[in-house]
């Protein structure tokens, strides 16, 4: 399939994870791919290592600082002449008990995840309303069912789902499309690189399983490609769950 040939993608947290298996699944598909991570070495290595026929570039940004992704953003206009698909996946996951999170703590995870992801939406849109674009956010289950020490992660997440069927009736006579996707329980480092409360070890994140196993990132890669390509073209202010049967 070439889905994406000629078309330009945006994805933040494209250094790991499921923002990675995107961007190697969008690259694949013909599509160019700015790469965009905070940390530059993780993004080149991404760049570096995918294939097809078009651009791909690296970019460090901080998506919490609204400077650095406007620069970003111009960073990728500049280089690929277009931007066709803005895919948010970059993203901070703290656990802590709700009573003892300090106010740092909280600001932290809702300015990667909610402000972070607005930050990028309200700098792409412009562009995106240019090539009758989309835009693919991340949420969570989190956002729909309760996460123990997980407050703040929670609140970002319930925010990217408002937010984006905001952006989804805002833009929809403009031809703008904006749809979430919303993984449970799936293969990545995110769970282990993060400060757990005390007396709790990172596999006691895992409470509720998936009733058909747990997965890698490329099964939402492949969820996040069909929203963003003209299979998608009806799709808009969805979010689309991939839980395994967990929230059933």
Known sequence: MERFKGKVALITGAGSGIGRAAAERIAAEGGSVFCVDLNSDTAAQTAAGLTGPGQHIARACDVSSADEVQTCVEACLDSCGRLDTLINMAGLLRFERCHEMSLEHW???LDVNLTGTWLLCREAIPHLLQTRGNIVNAAST???AGLNWGSAYCASKGGILAMTRAIAVEYAAQGLRA??????????NITR??????KLEPDDLIRISSRTGIMGPEVVASVIAMLASEDGVHITGEDVRMDGGTLA
């Open 107 to 109: 600001q932290q995870v």
């Open 193 to 198: 690189n993060v400060t757990m409360p005390a």
């Open 142 to 144: 989190a956002a729909q």
């Open 179 to 188: 749809n979430t996707v919303s993984p449970g329980d799936i293969k990545t």
